[in-house]
């Protein structure tokens, strides 16, 4: 009776056409995602680009509300429009533009070439149906596999995320799973057609820490075997710290840096992104010192100050930063900072935060000194 | 599932024993003496009297029916609680008692004679419920603050202010009055059982109107439990997982949302399905209806206590099974409240 919309798509899965030259798998150029709401219009995507290729991971850092998951929410299509509108820019993949895909090929590529998984396991699976139903369905639509094929590589699925008893289990309800033990499944269900790309809204921002890292550590294992690439969006820098390749800070709707981990880290250009290594707690360092958060709250997507978004917040803002958008100042290893400052060498030595690789060349000197 | 269900039977009895109890002793304490009412305005011979005392198990009795006299010969008052055991004893042979109108038939046979027409009538109002009622919720849902969902809207809140009893009227009014006039009688619907309470109903289109004005309250709820579920469910994590795994809209709804909304509105259905059984007074009564429910306000009119008392024992234990089914299905449509279930124990 209700066997609606799990015919096979006799289409081509997009994941077998080759990247066109000069393509990467992912490229976001210039993304703007703009609500219409009674209070104005909400920017909360407001100018994002980065790409990303097979194997990499992309970190996606910012506080709530900085737009991180509309964006990924934009690439899968999943936000109601209206309200929301694509403003501008494009998203490609596989040098296809997904913004201009017809809602039925999004369908195709959704959970089959990108797969994505939330952040509150407890509530993400329906709680009505088996895992096995659940874990099936994608398979079914993407891959016109059986149920009995699908209930069989959905036992694989659950054996492969590392849960046991998977035979018995596949039969049970979500109720009857922790919150670790659905994140796995949602993992599982997000694997299940073997996508490109992976896109973890805060995957582990729900679950206890214990449970987070063997979380992290799963979906790296998986990316080693499979190959696809992460898009992992996170308020926690310690999560990127761990996995991924590349970051993109956001603030307000926008990317305020960007650059490979170890720029982000142990060289950022940004104020804001100071502000954000200021307030991580490192035990790995003896002495103590307090944690410097950053003072007052993100601005009003409706209603962005003039200048730059971060002024208001950022204690070394001037005049010029209150009345005009900083450009984009890129290095030439592509890490890219909105900042009007941010070239100014001495301007990011005077201030930048000392950070865990230098407090311990510090050290090392001091050592070296003594000795 | 069958602890459960056993559990279930036997908190059955103190409701049961409890609801008979308030209904015995009420009868007992309105004033009025049956036999008197039997009588009407003749003088009742005063052996008949007795015998009459004796057949109702008013007075004590010995083992072949006659009256026990008392040293100055008269009758003995049988207490109200050994009736109200008599009663309970004689429920377990299928004794309902016996009209104090209708020449003492047996309460039983009566009721017997009515259910099928009360039953017949819910069913086809259920389904009208069922039907429309969950169509034009989930169409309200889908199509939010459309023309449709405004008619909805409109439409129900109307239908959930007005007594049936008054819509039955209307309908009444409407169907059967001014279009029997303005077709000069080609086309209407008849109104009510001609010939009162024990014509013939087998003809479907005497169902037509009692079952609309029986169903309509209900369809209105049902439409905006169904709506309002709706809604929400289109909104949980798990829609949008859904979403994301590359469903359609149209899958999402069916294959997801679907049966997590149908879940309180099954439950609804399912208690008003009780309601409905118990008679439905007003509407039978406005349509003269040969049910349980125009018997009951038949027999209340006329103090046929045996009758009222008959019929509200069946009902409880008609709604007390229908509560037990929707538990039952509930569990049914809800894993996570499936009781006694291997793995929760």
Redesign the interface.
Known sequence: M?G???KKRNKVDLRDTPIPEGHHLLEVNDLKMYFHTQDGVVKAVNGVSYTLDRGETLGVVGESGSGKSVTSLTI?G?IEMPPGKVEGGDVLYRGKSLITMS??EM??????DI??I?Q?PM???????TIGRQLS??MR??KGMSKKEALERSVELLRMVGIPNPEQRVK??P??FSGGMRQRV?IA?ALACDPDILIADEPTTALDVTIQAQIIELMEEMQEKNGNAIIMITHDLGVVADIADKIMVMYAGQPVEFGTRDEIFYNPIHPYTWGLNRSIPEPAIDEKHPLTPIKGNPPSLVDLPEGCSFAPRCPYATDLCRSTVPPVHTTETGHYAKCHYCNDAEFVAANAPETSRTKLEGAKQKKGGEA | MLKFILKRILQFIPVFLGVTLILFVLQNVVPGDPIQLIAGEKKLDPQTEVNLRAAYHLIETDDNGAPIYDENGKTIETPLWKRYIQYIVGLFHGDLGRSYQQNGKPVANILAEKYPYTVRLAIVAIIIESIIGIAAGMISAIKRYSAWDVGVTLVTSTLVAMPAFWFGMLQQLFWGVFLKSVTDGGFYLPISGAGGPHAEFEGWVYYILPALTLAAVSTAYTARIMRSQLLEVLN???I?????????R??VI???A???AL?PVVTYIGLDFGGMLAGAILTETVFNWPGVGFETYRAITQRDWPIVMGSVTVIVIVVMIINLVVDVSYAF????IRLGSS?SE
């Open positions: 209700f609606f919309g799990l899968m999943l809602e039925e369908e195709g590529v959704r959970g089959n797969a994505m939330f509150d509530t993400s699976l329906n709680p009505v149906y369905e994608g639509l993407h049970e309800y109720h009857e949602m269900m | 949980q994590d798990y949008r997982t859904a979403r994301a795994k590359g469903l359609s149209k899958a069916w294959r997801h679907l049966k997590n879940i449509l809800d894993p996570r793995k």
